[in-house]
């Protein structure tokens, strides 16, 4: 498997807390992205990254904050959990802008707020 | 917005039929053109990508693209039980910085022994 992982894999927490997800990548991709799938709805970009501490709002950006510290970590905050960003996250990493270039994707998170 | 369409489904064949899965996306700058595959409770994963006009065929999948019609699909031959899942389309517009896809809601396929 491409050197993707997502952090926690499963996680429950309440209304009004504060969440952070973990996508680590071992494959030195400049692209890193945070999609959330829902039903009904496919998979919508959250925010992506462009290179360390580079970063841009996708569509469905409200009430979550990204950081990119080091080329390979690149984090996801849910400010104030809400029931509505009960879903699951999806890291994502590409490696150039070249037409052939898709994702690859981590393993996800499914987060439940409660 | 930037859209990309695909029938919900479920679309069911029988073992051994072809299937035929589609996609339209409204961007005409859109460049590039990728299929996924997702499992139930799985992570999506790329099994074809095409960016020229005609046919791109590998092993048991080929796609299709039309720019003219903004239209793409994603024939499987010889379909197996093992085929059953959600395929997504996704969609790389030209320009794009980020490297952005935009993906349809997918489409599940059901294959019948």
């Known amino acids: 498997d491409a050197g993707i992982t997502q952090s926690p894999r499963h996680k429950v927490t309440e209304t009004g807390t504060p969440v952070t997800l973990r996508c680590h990548q071992t494959?030195?991709?400049?692209?890193m992205y945070w999609y959330r799938q829902d039903p009904g709805h496919g998979l919508r970009l959250i925010h992506y990254?462009?290179?360390?501490?580079?970063?841009d709002k996708g569509e469905v950006s409200d009430g979550y904050s990204v950081s990119r510290s080091k080329t390979e970590d690149f984090l996801l905050t849910l400010e104030s959990a809400t029931s509505s960003q009960t879903s699951v996250y999806f890291c994502?990493?590409?490696?150039?802008?070249?037409?052939?270039?898709?994702?690859?994707f981590g393993s996800g998170t499914r987060l439940t707020v409660v | 917005q930037k859209e990309v369409e695909q029938n919900s489904g479920p679309l069911s064949v029988p073992e051994g039929a072809i299937a035929s899965l589609n996609c339209t996306y409204s961007?005409?700058?859109?460049?590039?053109f990728f299929w996924y595959r997702q499992y139930s409770g799985k992570s999506p994963e790329l099994i074809m990508f095409?960016?020229?006009?005609g046919d791109k065929e590998d092993g048991r999948f080929t796609a299709q693209l039309n720019k003219a019609s903004q239209y793409v699909s994603l024939l499987i031959r010889d379909s197996q039980p093992s085929d059953s899942a959600t395929y997504l389309c996704?969609?790389?517009?030209?320009?794009?910085?980020?490297?952005?896809?935009?993906f349809g809601g997918g489409t599940r396929l059901m294959v019948k022994p």
């Open positions: 994502a990493i590409s490696a150039a802008t070249t037409v052939n270039y898709g994702y690859t």
């Open positions: 494959e030195n991709h400049r692209y």
């Open positions: 990254s462009y290179g360390v501490k580079d970063t």
């Open positions: 961007d005409r700058g859109s460049q590039s």
């Open positions: 095409i960016y020229s006009n």
């Open positions: 996704a969609v790389k517009a030209s320009g794009n910085a980020g490297n952005m896809l935009t």
